[in-house]
């Protein structure tokens, strides 16, 4: 999205034509534009909260069967009603999965407020309005081509974090009590691991069983927690070079440095760039130009096997602006030729600056 004239509070009252936003040949007043996203926002802020009250009737679940199941397990005078808290520790990993699939549908919604929050409205309120420059594209993509963007083993993990840690303890704090102390305290290990059988299973098969089954779900835990794939409700935006215990002159910084501060790297679009070989290439860049409002570079060609010479047509885009492109070329060149290969980077207006505030800061010189 491009903004081609800045907008002048003063130009209605001069009698001057508001500025408009022009996108791929739409123009939209700034009033337009802004309404237009606030309604979005909004949009996406009552389905992250949809979302989120799912996730916690999910916990809420967890909760009162594993209320349910220890008041049962202590009410019952036979020693092995156990089972009734081992069925519930299965029947509370069954809710964690489902919580971990709602979760990463929520993720996907407030992905999105928080791209709004972070590169629109945050960056009206530091004049002179200047979002990041993919910012646009981004959320286009999300919305053309909604993908997830945490994985389920991420948000297993952090879902048995943040909630069913707990709830594991309680089982297993309950289930030994209710195998060592219920009805009456055991005077011996061969007695506890009697008390702990279930039907014709040992009860040293069961007490393995359990703690490979916690060692899982602890490993699960620890070894996501390093993954930051997603934004998360009040992850930064961006990274911070802060550094509070970083000594003047260390060039390696500790542990401790490196851990200080962590973020969340933005997801950047596939990049491409598109080759145009056509005979109407005058045309063709103007369409370009006036519709997608992307530069074109002309390049001198020969077929090497009819020995003729055509211009080709250099263009860097974004893949939701691939569709549009096509639509260009095939509006004034039904016999051009268009290649499409992805671009590592591009950098420049439109895209990514060669020089960003983050190079600054990197590098020690400063920023205005």
Known sequence: MTNQETPDPQSSKRGEPEAVWTYRGY??????????????????????NVWRQRLD?????AVITTGAAISFAFSRLQPRDHNVIILDVLLVTLFLYIEARRYR???????????METDFFATMLVPPFHPAPDWAETLAENLLQPHLPISLWEALGRRFRRNYLWIYMVLNIAWLAKVWLHPMLT??????????????????????????????LMAIGLLTVGLQQATGEVLPRFETFHLPNH?????????????AAWFRPSRRRQQLLAFIVTDKARAVADRILSDMGRGV????GMGMYTEESHAVLMCAITVTEAP??????LAKDPQAFVMLTPAQ??????FVPLRTDMDDRGSGRSVP
């Open 57 to 61: 009737s999910t916990t809420n679940w």
């Open 247 to 259: 000594v003047p002159g260390k060039e390696t910084p500790s542990a401790a440095d490196r851990f």
């Open 345 to 350: 980077e591009v950098l420049g207006k439109g």
């Open 297 to 300: 570079t002309a390049l001198s």
């Open 187 to 216: 005077t011996s290990w061969s007695e506890f691991l009697l008390r702990a059988r279930i039907g014709a299973i040992p009860g040293e098969v069961i007490l393995t069983a359990g703690l490979i089954f916690n060692g899982l």
């Open 105 to 115: 549908y929520y993720e996907l919604w407030s992905s999105r407020v928080r791209l």
């Open 324 to 329: 549009s492109l096509r639509a260009s070329v």
């Open 27 to 48: 123009q939209l007043r700034p009033s337009e534009f802004t309404t237009a996203m606030v309604h979005l926002f909004r949009a996406e802020v009552q389905r992250a």
